[in-house]
């Protein structure tokens, strides 16, 4: 998942989404959409508001519109996803937020999951009215139950940040650390400690994962490209740094990966990254 700005589209009236995810993992990313998560089992780590969390079994966290974040599941992982557009809450809570993005009682969230997935997957008449409604009784219980402190205005910098993010993903080929600080507006040493911090990696492992990807994309549209030529493409100056970073995060040489292979976006440089099957959408 690009760590740029998403936009979702829903079916019709409803203004929510619901699945359930296994073994999710992506980059960074942003949406004017709300988005809360509940680990129905296993375990997994979120980075959100440049802050990381552990969440287990029972666990939930909700995602602010605007707010980057991503995720990395650790072992196998069920997760309940809920995203909705942002105006669901925009009456409930417009001038707070959550203390804490870690919801402390979220014992009601498989119920109203359970309640929105039905009437989605069913369609019984007015069901859109009634999904985005259960929505709204959802995060009036998460708003009522929970500490909420005033509406914190957007960290300084957060909006240079998302601009360079979706500049990366058009341009990852030809971009260098130099050229995304100086895009920032930004010196080096400013740029390298503001980007750590909000996403929880330095530019240069986002990068590669960028370019990985985009690698993966191409040797599955164009499966006769010759590592040169894919190298290159890519923004790797000799096949060796291309092979060494593309195994690192896929796992697999670029003649090796298995037919159908999409990469679900792990963190590169890593190597106690955890072997689990990629993220797929179960329900």
């Given at each position: 998942m690009p760590a740029k700005h998403e936009l979702r589209t829903y079916n019709g009236d409803e203004k929510v989404w619901v699945g359930k995810y296994r073994n999710s993992h992506n980059l960074p990313h942003w949406h004017r959409d709300c988005e809360l998560l509940y680990v129905e089992r296993g375990k997994i780590d979120v980075f959100c508001g440049g802050k990381s969390y552990t969440l287990r079994a029972g666990n939930a966290m909700y995602i602010r519109s605007g707010e980057l974040h991503y995720m990395r599941s650790r072992e196998e992982t069920y997760l309940l996803v809920f995203i909705f557009d942002d105006r669901l809450v925009a009456g409930i809570a417009a001038d707070e937020q959550l203390a804490s993005p870690l919801l402390s009682d979220a014992s009601f969230i498989p119920d109203a999951y359970?309640?929105?997935?039905?009437?989605?997957?069913e369609k019984p008449p007015f069901y859109a009215q009634a999904a985005n409604a259960l929505t709204q009784l959802m995060m009036i219980a998460v708003f009522r139950g929970e500490k909420r402190v005033p509406a914190a205005t957007?960290?300084?910098?957060?909006?240079?940040?998302?601009?360079?993010l979706d500049d990366v993903e058009e341009k990852y080929?030809?971009?260098?650390f130099e050229r995304a600080a100086e895009f920032a507006g930004f010196s080096e040493a400013y740029f390298s400690r503001l980007f750590h911090k909000q996403m929880g990696m330095t530019f240069s492992q986002y990068l590669n994962n960028v370019r990985v990807r985009h690698a993966v994309e191409i040797l599955r549209e164009e499966p006769g490209t010759s590592m040169t030529e894919l190298s290159i493409k890519t923004g790797y100056t000799t096949i060796r740094n291309f092979n060494r970073m593309f195994r690192s995060i896929t796992g697999y040489a670029p003649r090796d990966l298995p037919e159908g292979y999409a990469l679900?976006?792990?963190?590169?440089?890593?190597?106690?990254?955890?072997?689990?099957?990629?993220?797929?959408?179960?329900?």
């Amino acid at each position: 998942m690009p760590a740029k700005h998403e936009l979702r589209t829903y079916n019709g009236d409803e203004k929510v989404w619901v699945g359930k995810y296994r073994n999710s993992h992506n980059l960074p990313h942003w949406h004017r959409d709300c988005e809360l998560l509940y680990v129905e089992r296993g375990k997994i780590d979120v980075f959100c508001g440049g802050k990381s969390y552990t969440l287990r079994a029972g666990n939930a966290m909700y995602i602010r519109s605007g707010e980057l974040h991503y995720m990395r599941s650790r072992e196998e992982t069920y997760l309940l996803v809920f995203i909705f557009d942002d105006r669901l809450v925009a009456g409930i809570a417009a001038d707070e937020q959550l203390a804490s993005p870690l919801l402390s009682d979220a014992s009601f969230i498989p119920d109203a999951y359970a309640r929105v997935r039905d009437e989605l997957r069913e369609k019984p008449p007015f069901y859109a009215q009634a999904a985005n409604a259960l929505t709204q009784l959802m995060m009036i219980a998460v708003f009522r139950g929970e500490k909420r402190v005033p509406a914190a205005t957007e960290v300084t910098g957060m909006k240079t940040l998302k601009k360079l993010l979706d500049d990366v993903e058009e341009k990852y080929a030809d971009y260098t650390f130099e050229r995304a600080a100086e895009f920032a507006g930004f010196s080096e040493a400013y740029f390298s400690r503001l980007f750590h911090k909000q996403m929880g990696m330095t530019f240069s492992q986002y990068l590669n994962n960028v370019r990985v990807r985009h690698a993966v994309e191409i040797l599955r549209e164009e499966p006769g490209t010759s590592m040169t030529e894919l190298s290159i493409k890519t923004g790797y100056t000799t096949i060796r740094n291309f092979n060494r970073m593309f195994r690192s995060i896929t796992g697999y040489a670029p003649r090796d990966l298995p037919e159908g292979y999409a990469l679900e976006n792990k963190y590169s440089d890593d190597p106690g990254d955890p072997t689990l099957e990629g993220c797929v959408l179960v329900e």
